[in-house]
Nanobody, 125 residues
Framework: QVQLEESGGGLVQAGGSLRLSCADS????????MGWFRQAPGKEREFVAA????????RYADSVKGRFTISRDTAKNTVYLQMNSLKPEDTAVYYC??????????????????WGQGTQVTVSS
């Protein structure tokens, strides 16, 4: 079973950067795509980015295109989310999850399983 753990969140000023990590302690990423989602207080969870575990295809929400970059290190069983030019509206708890199906890149949370506990990102203005 995939066991995911996020890290790297924190408090940063607007315009700053953070890099989130999502480690698979169960070492069972296999060939499944991975995704990052976020949820701000009082709002629904929203898609941020996803990546194929092999091949490197990626998908981004329009709100983060050009600012965030998703990547993966198969040797370390870790997925990263590099966040640059952060804005106060990026403040949220960020979660990683594994996609149910090994093909395609979904932006819907219902297509993902094995959610991590999340890491808080706070961007001050």
């Amino acid at each position: 079973q995939v066991q995911l753990e996020e890290s790297g969140g924190g408090l940063v000023q607007a315009g700053g950067s953070l890099r989130l990590s999502c480690a698979d302690s169960g070492r069972t990423f296999s060939s499944f795509p991975m995704g990052w989602f976020r949820q701000a207080p009082g709002k629904e969870r929203e898609f941020v980015a996803a990546i194929q575990w092999s091949g490197g295809n990626t998908r981004y929400a329009d709100s983060v295109k050009g600012r965030f970059t998703i990547s993966r290190d198969t040797a370390k069983n870790t997925v990263y989310l590099q966040m640059n030019s952060l804005k106060p509206e990026d403040t949220a708890v960020y979660y990683c999850a594994a996609q149910r199906k090994p093909y395609g890149l979904s932006a819907s949370g219902v297509d993902f399983v094995n959610w991590g506990q999340g890491t808080q990102v706070t961007v001050s203005s």
